[in-house]
């Protein structure tokens, strides 16, 4: 009889120990689903240069690292408006994302089709973009493409 309440007390408390994660859990998974789904509408707005919504979305201090530099919110936001960019068409493979508290990271692997000082060119990145929860918003930090080959995946 002993043992038997013994294993429905160790029952109990793993019931109430999976009821109290599950929440966790799921805000993880939402959190996940929001950021994944921010970062597809970040690349329609960068084809559309929409710097308003865009302007809105990247943090003040953020910073964008491409193959030919490092800059800032302005002077992203400023190569997008005037054209010397265009992210013309992003095709992402394959999405990863990790929630640490009130930061997301995001990798994707693309293909982007873009018109550099007009010329159009075509590569293949990961690009890495972290997130930071302000509020009910999440803005973003870093945007950083890395050259890799087409047979990289993303664990």
Same mark, same amino acid.
Request: glycine share 4%; charged share 25%; proline share 1%.
């Given at each position: 009889?002993?043992?038997?309440?013994?294993?429905?007390?160790?029952?109990l408390?793993?019931?109430?120990?999976?009821?109290v994660?599950?929440p966790?859990f799921?805000?993880?998974?939402?959190?996940e689903?929001?950021v994944?789904?921010?970062?597809?509408? %970040? /690349?329609? /707005?960068?084809?559309? %240069?929409?710097?308003d919504e865009?302007?809105?979305?990247?943090?003040?201090k953020?910073?964008?690292?491409?193959?030919?530099?490092?800059?800032? %919110?302005?002077?992203?936001?400023?190569?997008?408006e005037?054209?010397?960019?265009?992210?013309k068409?992003?095709?992402?493979?394959?999405?990863?994302?990790?929630?640490?508290?009130?930061?997301?990271?995001? /990798?994707?692997?693309?293909?982007?089709?873009?018109v550099?000082?007009?010329?159009?060119?075509?590569?293949?990145?990961?690009?890495?973009?972290?997130?930071?929860?302000?509020?009910?918003?999440?803005?973003?930090?870093?945007l950083?493409f890395?050259?890799v080959?087409?047979?990289?995946s993303?664990?």
């Amino acid at each position: 009889m002993k043992s038997l309440i013994t294993g429905i007390k160790i029952l109990l408390i793993g019931l109430f120990l999976i009821a109290v994660g599950m929440p966790s859990f799921a805000q993880n998974a939402d959190a996940e689903q929001q950021v994944t789904d921010l970062s597809k509408q %970040k /690349w329609q /707005w960068m084809a559309d %240069k929409n710097v308003d919504e865009l302007a809105t979305l990247f943090h003040d201090k953020s910073k964008f690292v491409h193959m030919s530099g490092t800059w800032s %919110k302005d002077r992203e936001l400023e190569i997008i408006e005037s054209g010397s960019i265009w992210y013309k068409n992003t095709d992402v493979h394959e999405v990863a994302v990790e929630i640490v508290g009130d930061t997301a990271i995001l /990798w994707n692997r693309i293909t982007l089709v873009a018109v550099v000082r007009g010329s159009e060119v075509s590569n293949e990145f990961t690009v890495t973009e972290v997130y930071k929860q302000q509020e009910d918003d999440w803005k973003l930090l870093d945007l950083t493409f890395s050259s890799v080959r087409d047979t990289h995946s993303i664990e």
